[in-house]
């Protein structure tokens, strides 16, 4: 186990701990033979079982109450996987499942397989024999000569890799005394403490959500937004006097999007309450407008922070204008610091981080 992931398992465990999340740990055993253990101490006791993971070798215990929810992307679209969708997906029983990837093998679960055979090869051998010890009793009938040696040449290989995927099931992890224990009773200022000690902010921030999901000791607080400090937008037209832009604004400016109805506007730039600008559309195609403009954000020297510059970039490179120098897109690291999102809006930044709402742009022309 590379030590990057054994060094994180304490703080993992600190974290199921607040929540009142059940674990099991058991020396020599793998997770998928501690959840095939816990799967086996309570099959009899529920109508229906499901088994959230996306590792193959769990397939092999889906029968009729027992099934594996399983990501297909991201973390959102999952698949239920029961008999039925086994044989559909993979063209073995669930029984059969170490047998196939004993041939294929799986690179995500480091199993090798027999170098050759891919899975519609392993799926017609296991569909014909039922097992990889019926293949290799029946070897001589196997007519490919270029198979059947790939299976003979590798025979200790895919031995080894039904003994990999065979599930070794942990006969003492009995879960059924933690059935409905998890999640209950869980002391919010517990979790509080945690979240900022480990500087999880943002998830901090979610809790409020989870009020009607998690049964927390305490009320959850739940702490109204501030509105955002109002700015005074100077309207830049070619009447206002343009060389105070590149006066006034020297070290760093801040950049966004001006829309409305999702139609481009406008763009504004600002550098302190006193240094706000608003250039709409029209104005952009002012020569006095846009000379300014440009050599504003073609100064490399200038620090530039804004929200998507991507479309930003694309925005005014349709007016002759390429942005430069250095970038701050907080899109770009609100989106990395929150991995399960594709998209965002700069509302959502503000409420999340900040929890300020950030009222509609208001101004009055020549002002």
């Known amino acids: 186990m590379p030590t990057e992931l054994s060094s994180q398992f304490t703080l993992i465990k ?21 959840l095939a253990g816990i799967v086996n101490s309570i099959k ?52 059969n499942m170490k047998d196939l990837l004993a041939l294929m093998g799986d690179s995500s ?25 019926e293949i290799y009793k029946n070897i001589n009938e196997v007519d490919n000569p270029r198979l059947r040696e790939l299976l003979t040449s590798n025979k200790d290989l895919a031995e080894l890799s039904k003994e990999l995927t065979t599930l070794k099931i942990a006969r003492d992890a009995d879960a059924s005394e933690f059935i409905n224990k998890s999640f209950k009773n869980i002391s919010l200022s517990k ?9 999880f902010s943002s998830l901090e921030k979610r809790l409020v959500n989870l009020k009607d999901k998690i049964n927390f000791k305490e009320e959850i607080p739940v702490v109204k937004k501030r509105a955002a400090d109002k700015i ?18 020297t070290k760093k400016i801040y950049i966004t999007e001006f829309a409305a109805d999702d139609v481009f506007c406008g763009i504004i730039l600002y550098s302190g309450a006193d240094n706000a600008y608003l250039i709409e559309r029209d104005s952009l ?24 510059f991507k ?18 897109d907080y899109k770009i690291l609100y989106l990395i610091l929150n991995p399960v999102k594709s998209k965002t809006t700069l509302d959502e930044i503000t409420g999340d981080l900040l929890n300020v709402e950030i009222e509609d742009i208001q101004y009055s022309e020549g002002k």
């Not at 679960?109 to 010890?133: F, H, M, Q, S």
């Not at 930003?312 to 430069?324: R, V, W």
Request: with cysteine; proline share 2%.
């Open 232 to 249: 005074n937008l100077k309207h830049l037209t070619g009447g206002l006097n343009l060389e105070i832009l590149n006066k006034n604004i």
């Open 311 to 328: 479309r930003i970039y694309k925005i005014l490179e349709d007016y002759g204008i390429c942005l430069s120098g250095k970038f701050i």
């Open 44 to 95: 009899d006791k529920f109508d229906q079982i499901i088994i959230v993971t996306g590792d193959k070798d769990i397939l092999q215990l889906v029968s009729g109450n027992i099934k594996v929810m399983a990501l297909k992307k991201g973390i959102t679209d999952t698949v239920i996987f029961d008999r039925l969708k086994v044989e559909e997906k993979f063209g073995v029983k669930p029984e």
């Open 191 to 199: 979790v509080k403490q945690l979240f900022e000690s480990l500087e």
């Open 14 to 34: 600190e974290v199921l701990d607040a929540f009142n999340i059940i674990y099991l740990e058991k020396d020599g055993f793998e997770a998928d033979d501690i």
């Open 109 to 133: 679960d480091n199993i090798p397989g027999v170098p050759g055979i891919g899975p519609k090869t392993a799926r017609l051998l296991v569909k014909k024999y039922g097992c990889l010890e």
């Open 285 to 308: 195609n002012e020569s006095a407008v846009k000379k300014a403009v440009k050599e504003l954000l073609e100064n490399k020297e200038i620090k530039k922070s804004g929200f998507d």
